[in-house]
Protein backbone atom coordinates (compact mmCIF):
# COMPACT_ATOMS: atom_id res chain seq x y z
CA UNK A 1 0.00 0.00 0.00
CA UNK A 2 1.51 3.24 -0.97
CA UNK A 3 1.63 6.27 2.29
CA UNK A 4 -0.53 9.49 1.15
CA UNK A 5 2.44 11.64 1.22
CA UNK A 6 3.71 9.00 -1.55
CA UNK A 7 0.56 9.33 -3.26
CA UNK A 8 0.55 13.33 -3.27
CA UNK A 9 4.00 13.00 -4.84
CA UNK A 10 3.55 10.99 -7.24
CA UNK A 11 0.20 13.06 -8.26
CA UNK A 12 2.21 16.55 -8.21
CA UNK A 13 5.17 14.46 -10.39
CA UNK A 14 2.26 13.55 -12.81
CA UNK A 15 0.77 16.94 -12.95
CA UNK A 16 4.18 18.20 -13.58
CA UNK A 17 4.66 16.02 -16.58
CA UNK A 18 1.64 16.56 -18.49
CA UNK A 19 1.98 20.05 -18.33
CA UNK A 20 5.45 19.69 -20.05
CA UNK A 21 4.12 17.61 -22.28
CA UNK A 22 1.40 20.17 -23.14
CA UNK A 23 3.86 22.89 -23.79
CA UNK A 24 6.10 21.38 -26.18
CA UNK A 25 2.98 19.93 -27.84
CA UNK A 26 1.31 23.35 -28.43
CA UNK A 27 5.30 24.71 -29.69
CA UNK A 28 5.53 21.65 -31.92
CA UNK A 29 1.71 22.66 -33.55
CA UNK A 30 3.15 26.08 -34.23
CA UNK A 31 2.29 27.84 -31.36
CA UNK A 32 4.64 31.07 -31.23
CA UNK A 33 5.17 34.36 -29.15
CA UNK A 34 3.33 37.15 -29.31
CA UNK A 35 5.53 40.24 -31.24
CA UNK A 36 4.53 43.65 -31.17
CA UNK A 37 2.18 44.65 -33.89
CA UNK A 38 5.12 46.39 -36.30
CA UNK A 39 7.26 43.27 -35.94
CA UNK A 40 3.92 41.29 -36.63
CA UNK A 41 3.24 43.09 -39.75
CA UNK A 42 7.12 42.28 -41.15
CA UNK A 43 6.51 38.69 -39.74
CA UNK A 44 3.52 37.93 -42.07
CA UNK A 45 5.56 39.26 -45.54
CA UNK A 46 8.19 36.22 -44.82
CA UNK A 47 8.01 33.21 -46.76
CA UNK A 48 10.79 31.26 -45.04
CA UNK A 49 10.25 29.55 -41.74
CA UNK A 50 10.50 31.79 -38.93
CA UNK A 51 9.83 32.23 -35.31
CA UNK A 52 9.38 35.91 -32.92
CA UNK A 53 11.92 35.36 -30.11
CA UNK A 54 10.87 37.91 -26.82
CA UNK A 55 14.07 37.97 -25.40
CA UNK A 56 16.27 39.56 -28.06
CA UNK A 57 13.28 40.87 -29.87
CA UNK A 58 14.59 39.45 -32.92
CA UNK A 59 12.42 37.26 -36.14
CA UNK A 60 14.43 34.42 -35.86
CA UNK A 61 15.10 31.89 -38.62
CA UNK A 62 13.98 28.17 -38.83
CA UNK A 63 15.42 27.30 -42.05
CA UNK A 64 18.40 28.10 -43.39
CA UNK A 65 18.59 29.28 -47.12
CA UNK A 66 21.36 27.72 -49.25
CA UNK A 67 23.78 30.50 -51.16
CA UNK A 68 24.28 30.72 -54.63
CA UNK A 69 27.22 28.47 -55.97
CA UNK A 70 28.60 32.09 -56.67
CA UNK A 71 28.42 32.76 -53.05
CA UNK A 72 28.86 29.52 -51.28
CA UNK A 73 31.82 28.76 -53.16
CA UNK A 74 33.54 31.72 -54.34
CA UNK A 75 36.54 33.24 -51.80
CA UNK A 76 36.13 34.48 -48.44
CA UNK A 77 35.74 37.89 -47.53
CA UNK A 78 39.44 38.66 -46.54
CA UNK A 79 40.24 37.05 -50.25
CA UNK A 80 38.07 38.72 -52.21
CA UNK A 81 38.58 42.23 -50.59
CA UNK A 82 42.24 41.75 -51.31
CA UNK A 83 42.21 40.27 -54.85
CA UNK A 84 39.52 43.65 -55.57
CA UNK A 85 42.46 46.16 -53.91
CA UNK A 86 45.04 44.58 -56.59
CA UNK A 87 42.99 44.24 -59.51
CA UNK A 88 40.49 47.66 -59.20
CA UNK A 89 37.56 45.26 -59.53
CA UNK A 90 34.74 46.25 -57.37
CA UNK A 91 33.75 43.83 -54.64
CA UNK A 92 30.01 43.17 -53.76
CA UNK A 93 29.56 41.49 -50.17
CA UNK A 94 26.42 40.35 -48.48
CA UNK A 95 26.43 39.64 -45.09
CA UNK A 96 23.73 37.87 -43.76
CA UNK A 97 23.45 35.37 -40.30
CA UNK A 98 21.80 31.66 -39.91
CA UNK A 99 19.55 32.71 -37.26
CA UNK A 100 18.07 36.01 -38.92
CA UNK A 101 14.38 35.23 -40.86
CA UNK A 102 14.80 38.51 -43.20
CA UNK A 103 18.60 37.44 -44.07
CA UNK A 104 17.08 34.19 -45.48
CA UNK A 105 14.44 35.20 -47.14
CA UNK A 106 16.94 38.12 -48.49
CA UNK A 107 18.88 34.96 -49.76
CA UNK A 108 15.56 32.95 -50.86
CA UNK A 109 14.49 36.07 -53.54
CA UNK A 110 17.26 38.12 -54.37
CA UNK A 111 20.73 36.28 -54.05
CA UNK A 112 19.49 33.44 -55.48
CA UNK A 113 17.31 35.16 -58.55
CA UNK A 114 18.84 33.77 -61.60
CA UNK A 115 19.37 37.48 -63.01
CA UNK A 116 20.84 38.89 -59.82
CA UNK A 117 23.66 35.67 -60.42
CA UNK A 118 24.23 36.45 -63.57
CA UNK A 119 24.87 39.96 -62.67
CA UNK A 120 27.54 39.02 -60.05
CA UNK A 121 29.11 36.60 -62.40
CA UNK A 122 30.06 39.40 -64.34
CA UNK A 123 33.93 40.25 -64.93
CA UNK A 124 33.97 43.75 -63.57
CA UNK A 125 32.67 42.43 -60.23
CA UNK A 126 34.35 40.87 -57.07
CA UNK A 127 31.04 38.68 -55.16
CA UNK A 128 31.18 37.06 -51.88
CA UNK A 129 29.32 36.34 -48.66
CA UNK A 130 30.22 37.02 -45.35
CA UNK A 131 27.90 34.78 -42.31
CA UNK A 132 28.42 37.47 -39.59
CA UNK A 133 28.00 34.65 -36.69
CA UNK A 134 30.84 32.88 -37.93
CA UNK A 135 33.03 35.34 -39.15
CA UNK A 136 32.15 38.72 -37.10
CA UNK A 137 36.05 40.14 -36.89
CA UNK A 138 35.96 39.62 -40.69
CA UNK A 139 32.89 41.64 -40.87
CA UNK A 140 33.78 44.26 -38.45
CA UNK A 141 37.45 44.98 -40.08
CA UNK A 142 36.46 45.00 -43.31
CA UNK A 143 32.70 46.34 -43.33
CA UNK A 144 32.62 47.93 -40.47
CA UNK A 145 29.86 46.53 -39.10
CA UNK A 146 28.04 43.20 -38.33
CA UNK A 147 24.92 44.46 -39.32
CA UNK A 148 22.56 41.95 -41.18
CA UNK A 149 20.92 41.95 -43.57
CA UNK A 150 23.70 44.13 -45.33
CA UNK A 151 25.11 44.30 -49.58
CA UNK A 152 27.94 46.75 -49.74
CA UNK A 153 29.73 47.76 -53.06
CA UNK A 154 33.71 48.02 -51.79
CA UNK A 155 36.40 50.20 -53.85
CA UNK A 156 39.65 50.10 -53.25
CA UNK A 157 39.57 48.67 -49.65
CA UNK A 158 36.79 50.78 -48.80
CA UNK A 159 32.88 50.68 -48.65
CA UNK A 160 31.46 53.33 -51.01
CA UNK A 161 27.81 52.17 -50.92
CA UNK A 162 25.90 50.22 -48.55
CA UNK A 163 22.16 48.73 -48.84
CA UNK A 164 20.35 48.16 -45.52
CA UNK A 165 17.76 45.47 -45.31
CA UNK A 166 16.13 42.94 -46.75
CA UNK A 167 15.41 43.34 -50.68
CA UNK A 168 13.52 42.47 -53.11
CA UNK A 169 14.93 41.31 -56.41
CA UNK A 170 14.23 44.87 -58.09
CA UNK A 171 15.39 46.26 -55.39
CA UNK A 172 18.78 44.83 -55.41
CA UNK A 173 18.72 45.20 -59.49
CA UNK A 174 18.26 48.75 -59.00
CA UNK A 175 21.18 49.54 -56.23
CA UNK A 176 23.63 47.46 -58.62
CA UNK A 177 22.89 49.80 -62.02
CA UNK A 178 23.75 52.89 -59.68
CA UNK A 179 26.79 51.21 -58.48
CA UNK A 180 27.62 50.70 -62.19
Known sequence: MISPTVSIVLIVLASALLSVGCASSSEAEGHRAEAPPEIEAWMQRLTVDHAYDPKTGFIVA???IELPAILRDGPSLREVI???QETGLAVIVFATADRCAPCQQYKKDAMNDP???ERLSRA???ATHVEVDRESDAAAAYLGSTAIPMTYLIRDGAVV???RGQRSVSQLQAWLDESF
Open 124 to 126: DIL
Open 82 to 84: AKG
Open 115 to 117: AVI
Open 161 to 163: SEL
Open 62 to 64: REV
